[in-house]
């Protein structure tokens, strides 16, 4: 009986069709009430582009969607959630200045005798804070608060509106692990009110945790379907891929030459109490670990010179930095791969080939290596090739690339030019895992050739297999670090939640 019960919600022969591009052909996906239902694909599959048509965000070109097996049409936001389906998206759309009750209920505010009724605000906004399992007052500014609890926030918005179909587009790609684990359990118990949900992410281990079911895309077409025995790292990679990809990058060993940047005594905005000493050398890939909110964004973009430094000295090849500014630290041979690339790593309107031999053009004037326009064209180029970049043409405007293709722009970018010292916030952040390994082989090539790299990561495969040594932080100071014969998980969070680092005493004074 229950198998001739129609999904809940259907996708069937949906196309899209971009200029230049075929986002989705033909794609079919279908997902029953109460289940967490994964949609997963490389970079460019065509995700984000689907749950925009089942959100009514964009209209599909051809194909029907159904509803408990009847033909609807979604041609708005306000009609989707009219059928209970609410996107969250990947960029959090609350306003900062407001707090969470006056978020919950933004635009559709209750009234009494005309006026905006606050009490019953606050009264209904708790009712779905509980439900997301956060124990915070209806009156906190949202600014305030961390991406983590933000997105709970997204979520009690859309059950405040009925959703009975969450679409969640990569929800934790800027949580932490503690912060997943939450999302993780309010997966759960809305699963088991009946609250259906799509999952999206290229995180493998969270589907192989909390999905029921996969539906896997590729270059815009339905490439198969996994259900819940079947669901395997090494079978989604396969369906996903279609090529054979093994799990982890193997580093191979290399020389590691003299230092080539040395943080003294660094202050940041952020912790102005606390000094941060540490070096890298030639050659050396140090990872930066620790948990979201230590402070090594932070650390990363005052090095570079984003944000100012309180005080405490920056130096490249024993170089002291003067001025602290962008266009110093990379006349001096820095370059960074900031986090939020959006805004700081791209320029949204130009194509990829522009994007990519930009920074270039200023490092070989200063670095005296000069290159001619053809080389450049080629090496973006190249880049493109190498690091699997989806896009129509070359000078398609990086706006339009899905997210992870821009990530790519990004890093290509950066690693085009011949920089002294890299440092990348999350350089894999959203990326699949096909063009992770070219990202790892990039900045492997880059060590090899005698750049001294700091990256910070939250992934731990990525610190554990990466790194030559490790450097870790908690609360603004460096808690520890550990070469790669002491790595482990374990000794990574040990110093991570702040424990038994001697160093942060005599750093945390003064
Ligand atoms: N508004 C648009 N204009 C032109 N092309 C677009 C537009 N939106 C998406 N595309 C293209 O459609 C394809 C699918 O993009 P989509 O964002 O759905 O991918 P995705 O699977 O979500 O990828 P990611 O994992 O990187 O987020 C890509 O090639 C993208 O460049
Ligand atoms: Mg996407």
């Known amino acids: 009986?229950?198998?001739?019960?129609?999904?809940?919600?259907?996708?069937?022969?949906?196309?899209?069709?971009?200029?230049?591009?075929?986002?989705?052909?033909?794609?079919?996906?279908?997902?029953?009430?109460g289940e967490v239902h994964a949609?997963?694909?490389?970079?460019?599959?065509?995700?984000?582009?689907?749950m925009k048509i089942l959100a009514g965000v964009q209209p599909q070109d051809e194909g029907a969607i159904l509803i408990n097996g009847e033909v609807v049409s979604l041609n708005s936001v306000e009609r989707a959630m009219g059928h209970g389906i609410a996107l969250i998206h990947q960029e959090l759309n609350l306003a900062d200045n407001l707090d969470v009750g006056s978020n919950i209920?933004?635009?559709?505010?209750?009234?009494r005798l005309g006026l905006i009724d606050?009490?019953?605000?606050?009264?209904?906004?708790?009712?779905?804070?509980?439900?997301?399992?956060?124990?915070?007052?209806?009156?906190?500014?949202?600014?305030?608060?961390?991406?983590?609890?933000?997105?709970?926030?997204?979520?009690?918005?859309?059950?405040?509106?009925?959703?009975?179909?969450?679409?969640?587009?990569?929800?934790t790609s800027s949580l932490s692990q503690l912060e997943t684990e939450e999302l993780f359990r309010v997966i759960e118990s809305l699963k088991s009110q009946g609250v259906t949900i799509i999952y999206i992410s290229h995180r493998l281990f969270e589907i192989e945790t909390i999905a029921d079911r996969v539906t896997v895309l590729r270059d815009g077409e339905n490439a198969g379907q996994l259900t819940r025995d079947q669901i395997s790292h090494e079978a989604m990679v396969e369906m996903m891929v279609g090529r054979d990809i093994s799990q982890f990058y193997a580093r191979e060993n290399h020389q590691i030459g003299e230092?080539?940047?040395?943080?003294?005594?660094?202050?940041?905005?952020?912790?102005?109490?606390?000094?941060?000493?540490?070096?890298?050398?030639?050659?050396?890939?140090v990872g930066l670990a620790g948990l979201v909110g230590a402070g090594r964004s932070e650390m990363l973009r005052t090095v570079f010179g984003i944000d100012a430094a309180v005080s405490g000295s920056i130096s490249v090849n024993g170089q002291k930095l003067k001025n602290h500014s962008c266009g110093e630290a990379i006349e001096m041979g820095i370059a960074m791969v900031p986090e939020d690339r959006k805004q700081e790593g791209l320029i949204l309107d130009m194509g990829t080939k522009d994007n990519i031999s930009l920074p270039g053009l200023s490092q070989n004037r200063v670095g005296g290596i000069f290159a001619n326009a053809r080389q450049e064209a080629s090496d973006s180029d190249l880049m493109i090739k190498e690091m699997r970049i989806k896009t129509p043409g070359d000078s398609q405007p990086v706006r339009y690339l899905s997210g992870g293709n821009q990530q790519k722009v990004v890093i290509g970018k950066w690693l085009s030019m011949n920089p002294t010292v890299l440092l990348l916030d999350e350089p894999t952040r959203g990326v699949d895992i096909g063009a992770k390994q070219e990202i790892y082989r990039l900045m492997e090539g880059l060590a090899e050739k005698g750049v001294g790299i700091?990256?910070?990561?939250?992934?731990?495969?990525?610190?554990?297999?990466?790194?030559?040594?490790?450097?870790?932080?908690?609360?603004?100071?460096?808690?520890?670090?550990l070469t790669r014969e002491e790595l482990s998980e374990e000794a990574i969070m040990h110093l991570a939640t702040g424990g038994a680092g001697t160093q942060v005493k005599t750093a945390a004074k003064g």
């Open 118 to 171: 606050s009490r019953q605000i606050e009264a209904e906004s708790e009712k779905f804070l509980e439900m997301v399992g956060l124990d915070i007052s209806p009156k906190t500014l949202v600014g305030t608060l961390t991406i983590g609890v933000q997105q709970m926030i997204e979520i009690a918005k859309a059950l405040s509106v009925n959703a009975r179909v969450l679409i969640m587009d990569e929800p």
């Open 259 to 285: 230092t080539v940047l040395s943080i003294d005594r660094l202050r940041t905005l952020a912790w102005p109490r606390h000094e941060v000493n540490l070096e890298v050398k030639a050659g050396e890939m």
């Open 39 to 50: 949609v997963i694909g490389e970079n460019g599959a065509g995700k984000s582009t689907l």
């Open 1 to 33: 009986m229950t198998d001739s019960q129609p999904p809940l919600i259907e996708a069937r022969g949906l196309t899209k069709r971009f200029a230049g591009v075929t986002a989705l052909n033909q794609v079919s996906l279908a997902v029953d009430q």
């Open 105 to 111: 209920f933004l635009g559709r505010e209750p009234t």
């Open 454 to 481: 700091l990256f910070a990561s939250s992934e731990m495969e990525e610190v554990l297999s990466m790194s030559d040594r490790v450097i870790v932080m908690h609360e603004g100071c460096v808690t520890g670090e």
